[in-house]
């Protein structure tokens, strides 16, 4: 019993002797908060040291019906659908290797923990003439790029010059770090990442008269890892983009399009971030950007050097087969993922009614596998009308006419569904310059049959439910084939009533529309 009190005694006694040490310390510590101070100021200022890091997680891929697997497939047929509108990007230049290969390859003057180093890689598609680049430990220096901030307000810069807002690159506008690479394509020995040849064979000039993205590879320097000092690390994945015709819808979709097929060809796991390396002001078709990707940023708006762990160079939209098959022929027929994963066919794809269900999902609407059944009760028929907005600097604020008597058609179709007794017929009037996007892309989704005449608002069809029908109404001097394109790629039924000049009978449009309606079960 006494050996047992005086072990209980020697545990009090070490406990107390623990806690007045502990509390000693404490007092003495905080007794002296200049030293403290100090301190705080020593962890804050190495902190200021560091380059800022950004990084939250992406927005997550939708589960899209018509989506099929992107994955690179070397026999890929050139000139084939998936070749136009897939992954016909199926050959890979490695330009810079990654650290981890060559540390693999075991090259002299290399760590062994992989060292520094950056990588750049090229995909190239033979069908498009067109090149999907990505790269790692890349430095964009903003004030090496010629062009306006870009991202204001459109009320604000009235009257800016085009020439103002598209990007010219001096030397070093984009760096990649190197440390004893590879290097495929390019002249390490003068510090540039690609050369002349490079350029001519994987991204031609064409028929487009200023190619920033080729401008933009032509500027990119191989710099030393002792010089690669960032104010910003970016890092998760991300997209740079340039755009031209940025206010007009049909050309933001061939955007839009470039951007998601440069996304899944490099397999990112999430939707990128954005960064527009271009000075255009902002409009309403920005509210789409933001919703297909994760984030959005203009290349200006950086205040420093700022690296990208991972980047992506999304070709430009002149480059996709939607802007290429208006003087190409390209013989493709929209169907269903279902069907083309049981029966492939190099001359059907699903590669636009998964785009289109992208765009939806982007905004939350529902999308799901079960086509619309055509026999229903009510059917939504959406007039899509042209009205004056200011749509850029430069523009007037007037719109072209492409229809001269586009009221009175409407004012037709509004006697024509009152008395259309079989079905119940609601007439939306598509006043989409005024609309949030959003409410653009609803009112596409749910209609039935969409009526304009041409112009780049129904560019939206891209978005339109399967068994959607459209009716384009074509003036004499506006004979193109861009919607026509779209709905065959799409597998929509298309119909157009082809004018002598700019009037339509309304006769004959409601007749066409009746015949329509006929279809439906009306």
Sequence with gaps: MNRKRAFLFKIIVFLFAFNSFSLYLYLHFYSNPKSHHQDQQQQLQKHQQLPVSVSFHGKPWPILPSYLPWSLKPKVPPKSCEGYFGNG????????????????????????NGGP????????????????????????????????????????VVGRAENDELPFFDSGAFEV??????????NVNGGKLVNEEFLHQFVPQGPIEVHTMRSLLDSIRLVDPDEFKCSQWVEEPTLLVTRFEYANLFHAVTDWYSAYVASRVTGLPNRPHLVFVDGHCKTPLQETWKALFTSLKYAKNFSGPVCFRHAILSPLGYETALFKGLIDTINCQGATAHDLWQNPNDQKTARLSEFGEMIQAAFGFPVNRNRRPKLVSSHSILFMRREDYLAHPRHPGRVESRLSNEEEVFEALKIWAVNNLKCKVNLINGLFAHMPMKEQVRAIRDASVIIGAHGAGLTHIIAAAPNTVILEIISSEFRRPHFALISQWRGLKYYAINLDESYAEPGVVTKNVSNIMRSFGC
Excluded: K
């Design 117 to 156: 180093g950056g990588w750049f890689r090229c995909f190239y598609s033979e069908t498009l003439e067109s090149s999907i680049f990505e790269g790692g430990r890349i430095r964009m220096n903003p004030d090496r790029i010629r062009m306006s901030v870009g991202g204001e307000n459109l009320e604000s």
């Design 89 to 112: 990007f199926n050959r890979r230049i490695e330009l810079l290797l990654p650290p981890s290969e060559i540390h693999r390859r075991s090259l002299p003057n290399y760590g062994a």
């Design 177 to 186: 770090e190197f440390a004893q690479g590879l290097s495929q394509g390019g």
